[in-house]
């Protein structure tokens, strides 16, 4: 791989601590790749004895699949390369005697720390979910922060921090009893350990002889000493970041790192790099001018030797279900006139939440694609929940579906009793389902038992036959209906509003399911079964491309977007409120959100699309659209606004006597 001479440095300096601070597409990561060879090949490192960080799984893929390319796959073997936690995880694993940790301890997600946290603090928090959720990120924050829990007591002042410091110490005390650890303990133990134990660190320092850590500027306090642990005096190592990318405050992420880094080590080296080799010279000077708006830690400029290239373009969608379609029309049309490969499109958004609509207009329209980060649709806990009702009235012998829903609403049917029901079955070489219709099950299960299992199987033949009638969508209605779906995620949910969003999806899913029984001028209607394996295999067939990586239009988060690159990128979204976020325009931290629409913008290397729409619907309210600022502040004579008329030039609209973003505003306002 080709480098440049500011890259050249960056990869052949490695007798001390070594920063590239560069700017997006200047080849940090290249540098990286291209280091973790050198080191093999040329300084006598053993691959075991390095260690490369990146702050997501799928970056940690891709930079071991490029290392293993560059420097053949047996040379790669060995290597460390991994997220942080990951890399946590390894050391708590192989030192878990030390930590006084049973091997088989078991790490608990988001959900399950929410549900122990009400569990603990029902006397104090009431159950209050606003509380409990403020409580779990005041402990994140503390771990990160790697303060324990008797230093948050001495450090907390008002009422409520005290509570929560209170709480925090039992939950750690719990924690441990459930031999359990979260997300934050992956680090904060680590660190903890490696600062307190000698030995250990002389061991981890004998076994990671040099460290590159990427997307440096997201790090957190907990991480950064981690690094600063596992170098100790000797400090061979590199790190590669972009101040202007830093996109995790949020989650404690410390920009300020990168000047520390410079008082902790005298001896650093900095690089910069200023060629951008990944986007057209329009995209990097939009990239420039809307950053450019942002306070600064390092001054940086950044050109690019490709081409000028297309201009940028604004698409203005009526709402946010046309904004949808025009993105798939656009690709498509797209796609059809370059000859290009959906593999090539990426299409961005602020929230989660945006994916949704996304989906179904590229579902609709047959076009394949992977949604990164986040759930997908079917992989949602209530679609699959649903889904798997309508598989069992389809289907009765799918006792996957079964042992899914058979209890869900909770009806009183144990895990005791489903293991003899299953027993049972097995011996009778019959489905469960069967199972509970068969006059012999009567011996093996108490009265109570049966009559539970008996009530919800005649619940689904009720459902089948109302369904075989050719009532299907009646019959859908009516079983979501009679199982009290919506009280049961407003019990399970972690707020009104979670619920909600997952209502919302239920009602998507019917609205999707009765299209298809009804079917439209393009498709004939389906009968029930039909539309069950059709929705069962698009379900399958997205669990497979998890693994093949084949020609999908991509789909993530700007957050997840980070540190990728794809020939052709659309932004949706682009309004005031949604980016930047209507929470950091409260908060007065618009500059986050600025940094956010950067890392969107550099990930595109040849076209980019803004999507805006006139009006969106928002917690079940009409509301009028305003493009984002961002998109004012970008550089207007790169920028096609769509329906605007013709260009006119800068003379023209000087005898006007009105500003560019003037008139933008006033014909969004038409
Ligand atoms: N010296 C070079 N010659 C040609 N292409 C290069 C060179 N250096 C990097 N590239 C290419 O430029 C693109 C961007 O590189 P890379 O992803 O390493 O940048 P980065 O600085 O890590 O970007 P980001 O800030 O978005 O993470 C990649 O396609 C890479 O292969
Ligand atoms: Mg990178």
Redesign the pocket.
């Known amino acids: 791989m080709?480098?440049?001479p500011g890259?050249n440095d960056a990869v052949h300096y490695v007798s001390g601590p070594c920063l590239v601070l560069?700017?997006?597409?200047?080849?940090?990561?290249?540098?990286i790749i291209n280091k973790i060879a050198y080191l093999v090949e040329k300084c006598g490192y053993k691959a075991r004895n390095i260690a490369a960080v990146t702050f997501t799984n799928k970056a940690a893929r891709e930079m071991k699949e490029r290392v293993a390319q560059s420097m053949g796959r047996k040379e790669a073997r060995g290597l460390w390369i991994s997220t942080f936690h990951t890399l946590g995880l390894e050391i708590i694993k192989r030192e878990h005697k030390v930590l006084g940790l049973k091997a088989g301890f078991s790490l608990f997600d988001d959900q399950d720390t929410f549900a122990l946290l009400k569990e603990l603090t029902q006397d104090e928090l009431d159950e209050d979910k606003d509380l409990i959720k403020a409580l779990a990120s005041a402990i994140s924050n503390w771990k990160g922060g790697l303060v324990i829990p008797q230093q948050a007591r001495k450090m907390v002042k008002d009422e409520q921090g005290q509570l929560f410091a209170m709480l925090y110490q039992r939950y750690a005390q719990h924690m441990k009893a459930y031999n359990a650890l979260d997300f934050d303990d992956l680090i904060l133990i680590p660190t903890l350990l490696l600062r307190m134990n000698e030995e250990v660190r002389t061991r981890w320092q004998t076994r990671i002889q040099y460290l590159l850590v990427?997307?440096y500027q997201d790090t957190n306090t907990s991480q950064y000493e981690l690094v600063k642990l596992l170098v100790g005096e000797r400090a061979r190592f590199t790190v590669?970041g972009?101040d202007d990318?830093s996109i995790y405050s949020w989650r404690g992420a410390k920009p300020q790192n990168l000047v520390l880094l410079g008082s902790d080590f005298p001896k650093l080296k900095l690089i910069k790099?200023e060629q951008n080799?990944?986007s057209s010279q329009r995209i990097l000077r939009a990239a420039n001018i809307l950053i450019a708006n942002n306070p600064h830690v390092y001054e940086k400029a950044l050109f690019s030797d490709l081409a000028y290239g297309e201009p940028l373009r604004v698409l203005i969608a009526a709402n946010e279900e046309q904004e949808a379609e025009r993105v798939v029309a656009e690709i498509i049309r797209h796609k059809f006139v370059g000859r290009t490969q959906f593999g090539q499109y990426a299409i961005l958004y602020r929230g989660n939440h945006q994916s949704r609509l996304l989906e179904r207009a590229l579902m609709t329209n047959r076009i394949p694609y992977k949604l990164s980060g986040g759930t997908s649709f079917f992989a949602r806990a209530e679609i699959k929940d649903i889904m798997a009702y309508l598989r069992l009235v389809v289907n009765p012998d799918d006792d996957n579906a079964f042992l899914r829903v058979v209890n869900l609403p909770k009806r009183g049917i144990g895990p005791a009793t489903l293991e003899r029901l299953g027993n049972f079955a097995n011996q009778k070489h019959i489905s469960m389902f069967e199972a509970i219709f068969d006059a012999g099950l009567n011996h093996e299960l108490a009265p109570a038992a049966v009559k539970s299992l008996y009530q919800f199987g005649q619940f689904i033949v009720d459902t089948g036959e109302i369904a075989k009638r050719g009532e299907s969508v009646d019959a859908i209605k009516k079983l979501i209906r009679s199982i009290n779906y919506e009280d049961y995620l407003y019990e399970t949910s972690t707020s009104a509003k979670a619920a909600e969003m997952r209502m919302k999806n239920i009602s998507e899913l019917y609205r999707w399911v009765t299209e298809m029984l009804e079917g439209d001028e393009l498709d004939e209607p389906m009968t029930l079964p039909e539309v069950v394996t059709r929705l069962t295999l698009r379900d399958m067939m997205e669990r497979n491309s998890e693994d093949e990586g084949g020609d999908q239009v991509q789909l993530m988060t700007l957050h997840a977007s980070?540190?990728l690159?794809f020939p052709f990128v659309f932004m949706v979204g682009v309004e005031e409120r949604i980016l930047p976020h209507q929470s950091s325009i409260d908060e007065d931290n618009v500059d986050e959100e600025r940094r956010l629409a950067y890392v969107g913008i550099?990930r595109a290397q040849r076209e980019l699309w803004f999507v805006i729409c006139r009006e969106r619907r928002q917690f079940g309210e009409t509301m009028r659209c305003e493009p984002s600022r961002f998109l004012m502040e970008l550089p207007q004579d790169d920028l096609i606004w769509e329906n605007r008329k013709p260009q006119q030039t800068e003379q023209q609209r000087m005898a006007t006597g009105k500003s560019n973003i003037a008139n933008l505003r006033d014909m969004f306002k038409k």
């Open positions: 080709k480098l440049n890259q560069a700017g997006a597409g200047s080849g940090k990561t290249r540098v990427d997307e590669v972009d990318q790099l080799y990944r980070k540190g690159e550099t």
